[in-house]
C-alpha cells in the first residue's frame, strides 16, 4: 500500500484525478470505476471540462460498484447521484455507464472480465470503515458481487439507514476489488482521521471491512492532512 498526504483537498483531489487521466490516455477501451459521496466532489468539478465531450476520452467506459434500486426500478441512488456529480455535467451517455443491478449482478464480474478489467477504481473511506456497499459486520470477505437484503444489513449493522421501497443492496465484494488493476482511495477531511488510523493500523476483519483492500497488490491511499492527523510518524514507516 502506497499512502500520500497532501495538505488540503484541493491538492489530494487532483492527484486521484491525475491518476484517472493518466490511465485515460491509453491507446486501448478503458474501463473506470468511480464513486460518489462527499470525497469525490472536488475531484469531479475538475474533472469535469477536461473530459466534456471530448473526442480522445469516447471510448472510456465507465462502472459503478453497487447501487440499491427501489423495488420495481432499474437504478437507485448511486446511479443517480453520480449523474448529478460527474456524468451528466460532463455529457457522459448512459451506454457507457455500467452498473449492477437485479438483473446482472450475478453476472457482473464476468462482464468487467470479459471487457478486460477494471484500470482504475477510485473510492471512499466510510465513516464506519465501509467501502462501497460492504459494511460492518454484514460483508463477506471472500465474495464477489453479491446481493444483500435491507432488513439484513441492518440486523447485522443497526446504523444501516432504513431504505423506504428497497429490499436488496447490491454492491461488488471484496474479491471484485481485488481484480482491479490500480485502486485508490480518496479520504479528506477530520471527521475521518479515526477511521483512517483504524484501517490502516488493525488487522483485516468484518468490523472494519476496509482493511481487506490493504491485500490489494497496487493501492493507493491519498489522504489530506486532516484525515492524516491521528496518524503522527506512523506514514513514515508505510
Known amino acids: ?36 459521496g462527499r470525497s469525490p466532489r472536488t475531484m469531479y468539478k475538475l474533472m469535469v471540462p477536461l473530459v466534456k465531450d471530448q473526442e480522445k476520452f469516447k471510448d472510456i467506459q465507465y462502472y459503478l460498484f453497487d447501487d440499491g434500486p427501489k423495488d420495481g426500478e432499474e437504478h437507485g441512488a ?10 451528466t455535467p460532463a455529457n457522459i451517455p448512459d451506454d457507457r455507464i455500467h452498473i449492477p443491478t437485479m438483473a446482472n449482478w450475478e453476472t457482473f464480474d464476468e462482464e468487467i472480465r ?9 473510492i471512499g473511506l466510510g465513516w ?23 432488513e439484513e444489513k441492518r440486523a447485522l449493522n443497526p446504523t444501516y439507514p432504513e431504505r423506504p421501497g428497497q429490499t436488496y443492496s447490491l454492491t461488488m465484494g471484496p474479491k471484485s476489488l481485488m481484480r482491479v488493476k490500480h485502486l485508490v482511495m480518496i479520504v479528506n477531511g477530520k471527521e475521518k482521521a479515526e477511521i483512517l488510523k483504524k484501517f490502516i493500523e488493525e488487522p ?34 508505510l
Open 204 to 237: 483485516v476483519s468484518n468490523e472494519i471491512p476496509s482493511t481487506v483492500l490493504k491485500l490489494h497488490p497496487n493501492f493507493t491511499v491519498i489522504c489530506d492532512k486532516d484525515a492524516a492527523s491521528l496518524l503522527e510518524d506512523h506514514y513514515d514507516r
Open 114 to 122: 470479459q471487457a478486460g478489467g477494471i484500470d482504475v477504481m477510485v
Open 128 to 150: 464506519d470503515g465501509h467501502f462501497c456497499g460492504n459494511c460492518p459486520r454484514c460483508t463477506p470477505l471472500d465474495s464477489y458481487t453479491y446481493r444483500v437484503s435491507v
Open 1 to 36: 500500500m502506497k499512502l500520500i498526504i497532501e495538505e488540503n483537498e484541493q491538492k489530494m483531489s487532483e492527484s486521484a484525478m491525475y491518476i484517472l487521466l493518466g490511465a485515460m490516455m491509453q491507446d486501448k477501451r478503458v474501463n473506470i470505476s468511480l464513486t460518489s
Open 78 to 87: 448511486n446511479w443517480e447521484e453520480m449523474h448529478e456529480l460527474f456524468f
